[in-house]
């Protein structure tokens, strides 16, 4: 029997049950054998050519082997004979500047001697679009002059909203990350309501109007 005592009451005989959770415990052991798999099995290199300049989106929220695996994603593309480059997708993170972002981004060890590919880390915007008539809808100019650009992040459970359209993966890199410094600061001003409605409605207008080729969701650990 337990005892809860709320405000001047007392109330008895509440049940107390033991559960348990039974988490994912799937592994990849291989990552690098992994990745290439996947590109073996994708249709990407029907839908690419050679000599085109591919982006590839680096956030900076932190992901397990995030260096690993954007340089397999590299060495993949690179055997298709296009030209790879880093876009960093992380909003007006790393100081709202492109030396910042970079910086964010070395930490995770992914660095262009590293990569051997360049970091475009431009903060220079355009306007694509508006959601609802009135939302501005930023996205990187270095990213819209690409020949195709690959929207890499993981997919989570947001922690401030629940949706059952869309809460934090590919969409948020491309509307917050691609946004830069002045996109993401144009959703974030709205709140949740921003986050909740706004990204999957700004989503559908930059996949529309940008050269977006592919997405790759990761697992928060990987």
Known sequence: MVLLRL??????????RKIKQNFNKTKIDNLSEYVQKSFKKSDLKNRIKSGDKIGITVGSRDISNIRLIVKEIISELKNLNTLPFILPAMGSHGGANSQGQKEVLASYGITQKEMGVPIMAS????????????IPIYFSKVAMEADGIIALNRVKMHTDFKSNIVESGMSKILVIGLGKAKGASSIHSLGVYGLKNVIPQAAEIIITKAPIIQGIGLPPLI
């Open 123 to 134: 903060m220079e915007v355009i306007q694509i679009g508006k959601v609802e008539n009135r």
């Open 7 to 16: 405000g001047g009451l007392i109330i008895e005989d509440i049940k107390v």
